[in-house]
């Protein structure tokens, strides 16, 4: 054995690294010397790769809708054959599109699916829409015999020959009531079905940070007689707020108050409870302007912290439907909402008084 030769495993390591040192070659065979160098690459290559599956996921946030889930559907017990024979007789009801009375061209585009009535008005009042080869005006009626251009390309007209489809959404917070949205949040209209043949239109709208009862439905008429003011149609919410409502600021609340776009008011107003700090308020207006219920009470110096639509109109918020979820209305269902909404019915004839 020679005098130079290591005794021990740390002798041994010693040594290496002594004979190691001087060498800044990368040839020969592999030693612990290169390990540390070896070890940094791999490290940098690892925190690298981090790096790359960290930055989809940025991307991610910026474009959440490819995450988006689709909604699940409220399953309910099927009803007794009487209902499901009303109930097939109703879906087969068709009306005679030669009775159909002339409706305004904005009114059957936006109830075809085409846009909004507001952006109807606009296209028309631009000169892009034709009807029979002359440029259409604002207010001008067309029946179905009649075709419709818009900027060259002629258009599918859908008139009112059957029930409508209405849906009931609960609307979760962090969603939006719009198709198109730049920042790419998660839309409504991505998680619900597709309504063949037609688009799903809200009834109203709720703001990001708002949940609850959301309506949607396919006919343009039907929209238009909630949502309008004219129809006063109340809207009611679960409110709760950080603080506590006097009998003075309750009472300015159902007299009125001034809010940067007009006066506003609570048709009325009940105490629901509340545990701590937070109470609750059951709140019904008749309006559906931006962010009304939160103005009303930041008007009083308090601050809403959490605000669900329970009720609009007639139809109110299932208490089986969960977050997430939507109920299609049965035929029958359907057919009630139309009588209350003074809306003829396929087959008939007069309007009722």
């Known amino acids: 054995m020679s005098k130079n030769q290591p005794k021990s495993k740390r002798e041994f390591r010693d040594g290496i690294s002594k004979k190691v040192k001087p060498k800044k070659s990368f040839s020969g065979s592999l030693n612990k010397k290169k390990r540390p160098e070896s070890h940094a690459i791999e490290s940098s290559r690892l925190a690298h790769h981090a790096n790359q599956q960290i930055e989809p996921k940025e991307k991610n946030n910026n474009t959440p809708k490819n995450r988006t889930s689709k909604a699940r559907k409220l399953v309910v017990r099927a009803p007794n054959q009487k209902i499901q024979q009303h109930v097939q007789q109703l879906k087969e009801k068709r009306t005679d599109l030669s009775r159909i009375q002339p409706e305004r061209l904005q009114k059957v585009l936006a109830a075809s699916g085409v846009g909004s009535r507001r952006e109807m008005e606009e296209w028309i009042n631009n000169g892009w829409v034709q009807v029979n080869g002359h440029v259409a005006r604002l207010g001008e009626k067309i029946t179905p015999n009649d075709q419709v251009t818009i900027k060259g390309n002629a258009i599918k007209l859908k008139w009112a020959d059957r029930l409508p489809r209405i849906i009931l959404y609960y609307k979760q917070e962090g969603e939006i009531v719009s198709r198109d949205d730049p920042q790419g ?83 009325r107003i009940y105490e629901q409870g509340g545990e701590g700090v937070n109470k609750w308020y059951n709140v019904i207006i008749k309006e559906g302007r931006n962010r009304e219920v939160r103005r009303l009470f930041e008007s009083q110096g308090l601050t809403v912290s959490r605000l669900v639509r329970v009720g ?24 009630n909402i139309m009588k209350w909404a003074d809306m003829l019915l396929p087959g008939e004839r007069k309007r009722r008084q």
């Open 185 to 267: 949040r998660i839309s409504i209209f991505d998680r619900l079905p597709q309504a063949a043949s037609s688009r799903w239109v809200a009834i109203g709208r709720l703001d990001i940070n708002t949940s609850g009862l959301l309506i949607l439905t396919t006919s343009g008429e039907l929209v238009q007689r909630f949502a309008h003011p004219s129809f006063e149609v109340e809207r009611e919410y679960a409110v709760r707020v950080l603080g506590e409502l006097t009998p003075e600021q309750l009472n300015a609340l159902s007299e009125g108050v001034m809010l940067e776009d007009g006066l506003a008011k609570v048709e």
């Open 312 to 335: 609009f109109g007639p139809i109110g918020l299932p208490n089986r439907l969960k977050r997430g979820q939507f109920y299609e209305l049965n035929p029958m269902e359907v057919a």
